[in-house]
Nanobody
């Protein structure tokens, strides 16, 4: 049973930085593509960033340059570095994973097999 546990969320001021972590257990993390999504109140869950098992990265266009996704396979952990945070970045951030070596549409929630419970990020202006 794969488990994903996010951490690192909180309340920060606009312009601040935050690093989210996602600890994975119960699977072959190094062989799994991973992604971050977010969901603001009253809105649909949206794609933020993804990283394949071969370390290729993908971002939603509006966040390129401010957010960086990375992974540490030795620690079975996924990260999301968020810089210059804005009030509109306020959302619950979810970590998601794909079964090992499965090719999937990484920008779509349908492409993922596993989800974390989410961590709240609130940016005050």
């Amino acid at each position: 049973q794969v488990q994903l546990v996010e951490s690192g969320g909180g309340l920060v001021q606009a312009g601040s930085s935050l690093i989210l972590s996602c600890a994975a257990s119960g699977g072959t993390f190094s062989a799994s593509s991973m992604g971050w999504f977010r969901q603001a109140p009253g809105k649909e869950r949206e794609f933020v960033a993804a990283i394949t098992w071969s370390h290729n990265t993908y971002y939603t266009d509006s966040l390129k340059g401010r957010f960086t996704i990375s992974r540490d396979n030795a620690k079975n952990t996924l990260y999301l570095q968020m810089n210059s945070l804005k009030a509109e970045d306020t959302a619950v951030y979810y970590c998601a994973g794909v079964r090992p070596y499965r090719l999937a549409p990484l920008t779509n929630t349908q492409g993922y097999d596993y989800w974390g419970q989410g961590t709240q990020v609130t940016v005050s202006s």
